[in-house]
């Protein structure tokens, strides 16, 4: 039962993390977007195939914590290369909307 409900939070994160990369339209934030919801789903939904497994939980575990450190890594890594290829932090036309008021 406590299995079914990680498996749910970990879909969950999955499901808005997409459609939060989808919406958004800089590369950064979808990035963003992305890089966390992976990372969170995934190590959340591995979690509870360990629970729900008898026999192979240590290798879900082994596996989640690989993806738990390597998702902020692959990241940092597509951040820093697209930067270095000259893609640019735009600013959101809400920012400015702000400093007119």
């Not at 990369?21 to 360990?50: C, E, P, Q, W």
């Not at 879900?60 to 890594?73: A, D, E, K, S, T």
Request: aromatic fraction near 14%; proline fraction near 1%; include cysteine.
């Amino acid at each position: 039962m406590i299995s079914l409900v990680i498996g749910i939070i970990g879909m969950f994160f999955l499901c808005v993390g997409t459609l939060g990369g989808v919406v958004s339209k800089n590369y950064y934030v979808r990035l963003h977007f992305f890089g966390l919801s992976d990372t969170i789903g995934a190590f959340t939904l591995l979690m509870a195939f360990a629970l729900a497994s008898r026999n192979d939980w240590f290798w879900y575990l082994i596996l989640g914590l690989l993806l738990l450190f390597q998702g902020p890594v692959i990241t940092n890594l597509l951040a820093k290369g697209a930067a270095k290829s000259g893609i640019r932090i735009e600013e959101e036309k809400w920012h400015s909307k702000q400093r007119s008021l």
